[in-house]
């Protein structure tokens, strides 16, 4: 029954936008599995990973975006990922979910989700050109930014419901390494994103806005909560 069984690679109809060619077959190996992991998540709309969950998580399309602008021909993927964003905003006018699965706290409550918007807005302005996703998309990437000042504490960010995915687990003596705390992935996120954001605000010619979103001074904040940063 196996020597019958026939195997289809399937996913969204893609090109090809670039390779690297090296002398290393290390490097060329790891560009090959990414390459398969990228289009693996790619079925209409882009997913975690195509064996367990397939859910189209905004954290994930997010980190995957520079990865797939420059491989392949994707900003039209990106830019329907950003559409279907903004038809599926909570009560709120948050991010919340693309498809198919649940999660028991909802993405408006953590800032490495509901920042997709600002952030693949950005990339395909900066990538590809697209003026016109980042003017549409801009609206609900300075509302959800507000919506995360707000949520500030003494000037950082101390709520988040799930913080880094992926930590190293041992350091190269193999002593166990404690988690990231909330706080820390939380506020350097929204750093993260406001520093995005005061980027698009200029390009967009809102300068009030711009100045808005300056450096709140979040490395000094942390430093005095005690992370040697």
Known sequence: VLDAAVAEVVHTQTQPA???ITSDPTLHRILAAARTSFLGNLHGVLT?????ERGAWHADIEIACELGLYAFETRD???KSLLDTLDTLDDHGMPYYLSVGRRLHPPSRDI???????EVAWRLYAMCGD???LRLTYPTSRRVAETMLRRTQDGLLRDAAW??????LRDAQGDRIPPCP???YASFKLFEML??????AYALGHTDDARYFADRGFVHLLREEGFAI
Do not use: E, F, I, K
């Open 18 to 20: 670039g390779d690297v």
């Open 112 to 118: 490495g989700w509901v920042s997709v918007v600002a």
């Open 195 to 200: 520093r995005t954001l005061r980027r698009t």
């Open 77 to 79: 993927v990106y830019r």
């Open 48 to 52: 975690d990973c195509p064996h367990r």
């Open 182 to 184: 909330l706080v820390l």
């Open 131 to 133: 003026g016109a996703t």
């Open 163 to 168: 913080g880094d995915h992926a930590p190293p």
